[in-house]
T-cell receptor, first 113, second 115 residues
């Protein structure tokens, strides 16, 4: 079935840029998403990108999509301690036993002051 | 608009018992999806309901079931609880289901601990 892979941990210093990478397998995915989960909370949609786009910028967030390599990345500029959380990449598929969203296992971002 | 609410937030049960979790979607949303989140397996899809009908189901045993009411509120039930059912159960609602932008809004989850 479909699979989404991402590295498990990332540590950066406050003020630096963070780059979280993700690879996916379903080439027919229409939308790809980045979600953020803070401790004890549900998932919050950060941003998404349509599959016919290469890049999307939204304030401090930049999403890059390489469809050929099925690679997605999320760049957070000027990372703050409040950005410490787990970030999930998700691809949208239609139907099937995995549901409409296939999630990676999440990347835990730690921001050091 | 109020967000997705889930009750209860925390639950402790023992093996063999059953449990019912509740989810109230955002007003006007007709699609409700349930996910199980564990440290080992990550987020796994349980099922999706749309207009009171189960549209999609994940690879979970029959002990996991759900339903949706006419007001779009949804419940999931787990019977004969096992230790491995300990997890955070997340509910997500969206206004559409299908081949269009599908922003899912997640609730805070119900933390189930099975002893």
């Amino acid at each position: 079935g479909e699979d989404v892979e991402q590295s498990l941990f990332l540590s950066v210093r406050e003020g630096d840029s963070s780059v979280i990478n993700c690879t996916y397998t379903d080439s027919s995915s229409t939308y790809l998403y980045w979600y953020k989960q803070e401790p004890g909370a549900g998932l919050q949609l950060l941003t998404y990108i349509f599959s016919n786009m290469d890049m999307k910028q939204d304030q401090r967030l930049t999403v890059l999509l390489n469809k050929k390599d099925k690679h997605l990345s999320l760049r957070i500029a000027d990372t703050q301690t409040g950005d410490s959380a787990i970030y999930f990449c998700a691809e949208e598929v239609y139907g099937g036993s995995q549901g409409n969203l296939i999630f990676g296992k999440g990347t835990k971002l730690s921001v050091k002051p | 608009k109020a967000g997705v609410t889930q009750t209860p937030r925390y639950l402790i049960k023992t093996r063999g018992q059953q449990v019912t979790l509740s989810c109230s979607p955002i007003s006007g949303h007709r699609s409700v999806s349930w996910y199980q989140q564990t440290p080992g397996q990550g987020l796994q899809f349980l099922f999706e309901y749309f207009s009171e009908t189960q549209r999609n189901k994940g690879n979970f045993p029959g002990r996991f079931s759900g339903r949706q009411f006419s007001n779009s509120r949804s419940e999931m039930n787990v019977s004969t609880l096992e230790l491995g059912d300990s997890a955070l159960y997340l509910c997500a609602s969206s206004s559409t289901s299908g081949s269009s932008y599908n922003e899912q809004f997640f609730g805070p989850g119900t933390r189930l601990t099975v002893l």
